[in-house]
């Protein structure tokens, strides 16, 4: 059993919190949702999710692995320092960090994607090409302890290859 | 009487639209809405703004500058081959380009940005300095033919450093 950092706010995209979530916990691994501060956040359909803890109150060292969700939540956790500072030493910690959609542009502020292999949602080719990554068009990549996805149809390739990755660290 | 093009899709910014569009009809301007397709759009608060021209129609030669509001409108208008050539073009033309927000990630994927002065909303910083130019905190950012602020609070900045600029090149 892993415990899994999901790292959220409002407007993420629904579907792309939920599945994978969903995969996770079949499994058997352990999610604490991580925001902002404590309370419910709104995805862009409407969904709600408790926070359990707030980003400045935790440390890599509390979880096994991070899950950061698409939609509009990561374009708003990228302005808050203490997210910017846990996305980033969850990359350089070697851990599992599990990204889908817009994703990147947390991991772009963070500064931590230059030379390593990703994808992500459209629209953010070009931010992901200009911060020293290489974009590949596939449904999921791995790359060292990242595992990246573009869209909501990616996520059953997304949710696989992220258990893998879980399964083979321990 | 400038020709105003504004570029703009759902979930803008509201206000961001709003009052420079007020404040360029109010000083005489025509405005032209262009979209991605003819119909209605929908801003994040609920605002309704109808769409004139499908981008694929346009060209700038129609136009005497460009506004592009904020939002998440930009994060959609990027990801269509057509409004990324029409700002690219437009940008490229010399002439005034107006944008606010997130509106700097459509001219990044356009790929002008580089060696520019340029602002924009705190979450996309990252991408502005990845993308070549050289962001710059402040409400209004003028180099060259680009006008740029940060957010809602600066657009009486905005607008007015944008019918400064339309003023002296008539």
Known sequence: MSRIAVLITDMFEDVEYEKPADAFIKAGHALIIVGL????????????????????????????????????????????????????????SGKPVFGICHAAQLLITAQVLKGRRVTGWKSIIQDIKNAGAEYVDAEVVVDGNLVTSRKPEDIPAFSKAALEMLKSRK
Chains 1, 2 share one sequence.
């Open 37 to 92: 501060r404590a309370g419910p956040v709104r995805g862009k359909r409407g969904m709600i999710v408790k926070i359990d803890r707030a980003v400045h109150d935790v440390h890599v060292s509390d979880f096994d692995a991070l899950f950061i969700p698409g939609g509009y939540s990561p374009d708003k956790l990228r302005i808050d320092d203490d997210a910017v500072r846990f996305a980033q030493e969850f990359v350089k």
